[in-house]
């Protein structure tokens, strides 16, 4: 009879949620296995971190993996409207919260390889190319089906499972399947990496480059010295009725921009093109008594904020801080931990979630692209766009009165709007 190999903790997905979660795990000394189904390194979309990443990131050992790593510094992001007339910086170091400075724009594929391998030194087991089929769960103990690239299956238990598999429905449960209600238009991007597009001189060519057009964005993240991740973000309606094929509409709308035509000049893409679409969702119960989402799995909005990759990792030192209370009391979640770790995870997002709003409403984008924004309430928004997520006072007041005024301006006239008209037609 074949024996059952036996683990504290099985994580599924090796994208950053899952090697945190195994290095925060192993921390703890728990036998851990990470099963990842793709062979790395492996192309990923998103490229830019958040200041708030780096404690994290320095919490499971690998941040100084990270600085030698060659990655592009990230000290802030500037944000221009279409026809280049109206552009505001954030400038990372003057957040109100220290130590949220800079981070790194990274290539996903050798960002993910690093973490990965991070989390088998710290003595994760990693199989790779392998599969998660099913969870069975009863009895404090979950039987887990792996199955390799052969079709090969084999069996395994774990007491705790963390499901950090991401946006790609591989492994799905009853407990996955209730979605929080949509509250935002289905969103698509197209993107490709190009050689050749500008940027400015200095720590500002480091920056997140977010190109607003009057019906969609663009961002532009540097990933080398040469190449830059680009793409291009609409609804799934301006599709259709754009009728063009995404690359086709990609370049479309490159040259309806004076902005993007001065960027993209002499550019090249360096891969094919590729879509994501209907990205926005969240589930609704994001623990059971012991299996946690993190990540995407749990739930993702919009790539505007670069927050992704960083609630991938919060939610998973999060995770092993809580299940390792548990499992030292010999205990599942209770039900109030369970709520707890959703609410928490929930709250984190919904800050985001706000400024993501925000920013897609044309009126209320005005005020955020204001230069003078009074109260000396920037430092307070430019720790928020950072990552800070958690609303201390002194960044609660601000974002609920910065939050305030972009509701009085939809009724009201309050920061001028602002004309994306290219200089071409402004007439
Ligand atoms: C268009 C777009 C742009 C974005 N831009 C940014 C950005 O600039 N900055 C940012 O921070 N975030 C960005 N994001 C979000 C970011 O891509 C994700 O939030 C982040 O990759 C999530 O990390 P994760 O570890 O949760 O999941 P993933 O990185 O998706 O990793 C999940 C892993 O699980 C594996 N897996 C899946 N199913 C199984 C299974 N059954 N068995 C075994 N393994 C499995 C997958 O192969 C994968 O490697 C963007 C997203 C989109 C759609």
């Known amino acids: 009879m074949n024996s059952v190999s036996e683990y504290d903790v099985l994580v599924i997905g090796g994208g950053p949620g899952g090697s945190c979660a195994a290095a925060f795990a192993r921390k703890q000394n728990f036998r851990t296995l990470l099963v990842e189904k793709c062979a790395f390194p492996r192309f990923r979309i998103g490229e830019s971190m958040l200041p708030t990443s780096n404690a994290i990131l320095r919490a499971t050992g690998a941040w100084s993996k990270i600085q030698a790593a060659g990655f592009v510094p990230k000290h802030g992001a500037l944000f221009v409207l279409s026809n280049g007339t109206v552009t505001k910086e954030v400038i990372f170091s003057e957040s109100l919260v220290p130590g949220l400075d800079s981070t790194y724009q990274v290539e996903r594929a050798k960002f993910d390889a690093l973490l990965l391998d991070h989390a088998r030194e710290l003595g994760a087991e990693v199989r790779m190319e392998t599969t998660v089929r099913s969870v069975e769960s009863g009895a404090g103990l979950h039987r887990v089906t792996l199955e390799g690239t052969a079709g090969t299956t084999e069996t395994v238990s774990a007491r705790w499972v963390i499901d950090a598999s991401g946006r790609d429905n591989f492994f799905v449960t009853e407990q996955k399947q209730a979605l929080d209600p949509a509250t935002s238009p289905k969103r698509m991007a197209v993107y490709s990496h190009f050689r050749g597009v500008k940027r400015a001189p200095g720590r500002a060519g480091g920056h997140t480059v977010v190109v607003r057009l009057e019906d969609g964005w663009f961002w532009l993240i540097p990933i080398d010295e040469e190449r830059t991740s680009v793409g291009l973000v609409t609804t799934l309606a301006a599709m259709q009725r754009a009728k063009l094929p995404p690359e086709e509409l990609f370049w479309a709308a490159v040259k309806a921009s004076a902005k993007l035509r001065e960027l993209f000049d002499g550019a090249e893409a360096t891969m094919s093109f590729r ?48 299940l390792t209370r548990a499992d030292r009391a010999g205990r599942g979640l209770t039900p109030r931990e369970r709520a707890s770790y959703t609410n928490a995870i929930k709250n984190h997002a919904g800050v985001f979630r706000r ?73």
């Not at 926005?280 to 990759?309: H, K, N």
């Not at 991938?312 to 030192?317: D, E, G, P, V």
């Not at 201390?392 to 994306?420: E, M, N």
């Open 355 to 427: 400024l993501i709003e925000i920013f897609y409403n044309n009126r209320s984008f005005a005020v955020f692209m204001s230069q003078e924004v009074p109260w000396n309430m920037m430092p307070g928004l430019t720790s928020i766009v950072a990552g800070h997520a958690k609303l201390t006072w002194p960044l609660w007041w601000r974002f609920k009165l910065f939050s305030l005024i972009c509701r009085l301006q939809l009724r009201f006239q309050i920061a001028a709007p602002l004309d994306y008209r290219q200089p071409d037609a402004a007439g």
């Open 275 to 322: 879509v994501t679409s209907d990205y926005t969702y969240f589930r609704r119960q994001l623990a059971q008594e012991r299996l946690l989402l993190v990540g995407d799995a749990a739930g993702f909005f919009d790539p505007i904020f670069s927050s992704g990759a960083y609630m991938s990792m919060w939610s998973a030192q999060l995770s092993i801080e809580l």
